[in-house]
């Protein structure tokens, strides 16, 4: 029922449309979102959830996970982030993919909402020490639709693969299109 709704507001109501699916028997990925370029894309990324069915996580420092609001970004699915022990945001991150049955962690490469010149490429070492995919998803405003797009398995060739991944998101307004990583 709750699909139902979410469909009904997403597509009826707000005018948005999803292209593309993510493969349930994927378990743990990387979800490559881009561009983040408005707190919009939060519910963007709820209703995708919503409507796909499937779960989809992201990570946050674990004093967020304190009472009263743990439960609740727990419910949304936040993972609480430790970096004791000397592991650095990678390795960190990487342990929760080996503690997870279930992990699809979403990344906004950008890690800002402001315009930015370069990517950062956490999500690609994430993906690559996790052993797990990178999917990328694209909220294109300009088009009302959520792009996502086929899993890519990192290979250790950044350059190459960051470059058939921003394929994806080509033509692809952000928000405020201005504050959007350009791709090329």
């Given amino acids: 029922m709750k699909r139902i709704i979410y469909k009904w507001i ?19 990925c990387v979800l490559m979102v881009m561009p983040h ?4 894309d939060f519910y963007l990324g709820i209703f995708t ?11 946050g420092k674990k004093e967020l996970f304190r009472f009263p609001f ?6 949304m699915g936040g993972e609480p982030l430790d970096r004791s022990g000397n592991l650095n945001k990678v390795d960190a991150i990487a342990a929760i993919f080996e503690q997870k ?9 950008e890690g800002t909402r402001e315009k930015v010149t370069q990517i950062k490429t956490g999500f690609y070492y994430i993906a690559l020490k996790a052993n797990v995919p990178i999917l990328p998803v694209a909220f294109d405003f300009g088009k009302k639709t959520v792009h996502l797009g086929k899993p890519m398995y ?3 060739n950044l350059p190459t693969d960051c470059k058939e991944l921003l394929n994806h998101y080509k033509g692809v307004l952000g928000k405020i299109p201005e504050k959007g990583y350009q791709v090329v």
Avoid: D, Q
């Fill in 10 to 28: 997403f597509c009826r109501i707000m005018g948005w449309k999803i292209k593309g699916h993510i493969n349930p028997e994927i378990k743990k």
């Fill in 37 to 40: 370029t408005s707190a919009h």
């Fill in 154 to 156: 990192p290979t250790g």
């Fill in 49 to 59: 959830r919503g409507i796909t069915g499937l779960e989809m996580n992201w990570v």
């Fill in 101 to 109: 049955k279930i992990f699809r962690l979403a990344v906004a490469p």
């Fill in 70 to 75: 743990g439960a609740y970004f727990r419910y």
